[in-house]
T-cell receptor, first 114, second 114 residues
Framework: DQQVKQNSPSLSVQEGRISILNCDYT??????FLWYKKYPAEGPTFLISISSIKDKNEDGRFTVFLNKSAKHLSLHIVPSQPGDSAVYFC?????????????FGQGTILTVHP | DGGITQSPKYLFRKEGQNVTLSCEQNLNHDAMYWYRQDPGQGLRLIYY???????QKGDIAEGYSVSREKKESFPLTVTSAQKNPTAFYLC?????????????FGAGSRLTVL
């Protein structure tokens, strides 16, 4: 039962354009969402997060949007840079005493071409 | 310089052997986690510990064991009962309190069964 899904295995964009990575979830108990970036043979690094009480959170070039009714979130990267090329995972937490337990999506490989 | 150290980075094991992956953190985090990553799949939770001398099974605990004798250390043993142990293993830690959903990951250990 995949509770967090990233339906696009890969995404290719041109440098300077917008990258949009999508994530869907099924568990209505999820109340906190995160995006992680991962390079090969390295651990994921935290990128940006959003609480379910918000619908948007920005940090520099990165913006996360949350649509609770659709159980959908997206990560926008503007402008995209070649160094952004990596695997992006979305993750969700159900709060309560399980706030540290994250459920991850399958990941989307982003390639930004110069 | 605080962080999480995983060792070894690469490990080869013959079928039927138990192996132990090390995870040490100097972030003074209360909670520690073990995740497994397989190609095309998201990270899946094996075990987690929110306090010393206590740990909980995650989604795929079968064939694995852990201990938490010290706050800084959370070793994972992959036993011969694990049917498909070849994977990339990631250790993580976090502050254990409400709202602390961000995990800090180590660089990972790649286990290959020959």
């Amino acid at each position: 039962d995949q509770q967090v899904k990233q339906n696009s295995p890969s995404l290719s964009v041109q440098e300077g354009r917008i990258s949009i990575l999508n994530c869907d979830y099924t568990n209505s108990m999820f109340d906190y969402f995160l995006w992680y970036k991962k390079y090969p043979a390295e651990g994921p690094t935290f990128l940006i997060s959003i609480s379910s009480i918000k619908d948007k959170n920005e940090d520099g070039r990165f913006t996360v949007f949350l649509n609770k009714s659709a159980k959908h979130l997206s990560l926008h990267i503007v402008p995209s840079q070649p160094g952004d090329s990596a695997v992006y995972f979305c993750a969700a937490s159900a709060g309560g005493t399980s706030y540290g337990k994250l459920t991850f999506g399958q990941g989307t490989i982003l390639t930004v071409h110069p | 310089d605080g962080g999480i150290t995983q060792s070894p980075k690469y490990l080869f094991r013959k079928e039927g052997q138990n192996v132990t992956l090390s995870c040490e953190q100097n972030l003074n985090h209360d909670a520690m986690y073990w995740y497994r990553q397989d190609p095309g799949q998201g990270l899946r939770l094996i075990y987690y510990s929110q306090i010393v001398n206590d740990f909980q099974k995650g989604d795929i605990a079968e064939g694995y064991s852990v201990s938490r004798e010290k706050k800084e250390s959370f070793p994972l043993t992959v036993t011969s009962a694990q049917k498909n142990p070849t994977a990339f293993y990631l250790c993580a830690s976090s502050i254990d309190r409400v709202g602390a959903n961000v995990l800090t990951f180590g660089a990972g250990s790649r286990l290959t069964v020959l």
